[in-house]
């Protein structure tokens, strides 16, 4: 979620900074379209994150929470296509400068170029949509 939320705000300050035929980059309709669908999603994220942990917190220890265990699998799945969806959309912002390493895109095209190996750390994505469907027993 961390990473996602970086996305938004470096594509958001570069933006701002950068001018495209005579105005800046955030005056532009597409821009601001996917900042605010990069924002949403993230937002979103954040959100069922504070649902599970706060139910996590309900749980009493040792005591197995099946509909935990589907949700935690379905957040972790929304988590890694969130990222993937921020970073492809910050690169899109950033245009040329996100496929080159450091400079004022280098955190987005780090994230870019990891986003993958991200995603199937914690389990592929296939993996815990198949577990979030045993589990709601479906």
Same mark, same amino acid.
Do not use: W
């Given at each position: 979620?961390? $990473? !996602?939320?970086?996305?938004?705000? #470096?594509?958001?300050? *570069? ?6 035929? &005579?105005? +800046? ?17 993230? $937002? !979103?994220?954040?959100?069922?994150? #504070?649902?599970?942990? *706060? ?6 220890? &040792?005591? +197995? ?36 390493? &450091? ?36």
């Amino acid at each position: 979620m961390g $990473l !996602a939320k970086m996305c938004v705000d #470096e594509a958001a300050r *570069y933006a701002k900074t950068r001018e495209t035929f &005579g105005k +800046p980059l955030i005056q532009h309709q597409v821009i601001r379209h996917k900042l605010a669908e990069m924002s949403r999603r993230v $937002l !979103a994220l954040h959100a069922f994150v #504070e649902n599970v942990a *706060y139910r996590m917190n309900q749980t009493p220890l &040792g005591i +197995p929470n099946m509909a935990l265990v589907k949700d935690i699998s379905l957040l972790k799945v929304q988590a890694s296509r969130t990222i993937e969806f921020c970073a492809r959309e910050a690169s899109q912002v950033f245009g040329g400068r996100s496929y080159v390493r &450091g400079g004022r895109a280098g955190k987005v095209e780090r994230a870019y170029r990891d986003v993958r190996a991200l995603a199937i750390y914690g389990g592929s994505e296939e993996i815990m949509l198949d577990l979030a469907v045993r589990q709601a027993k479906l």
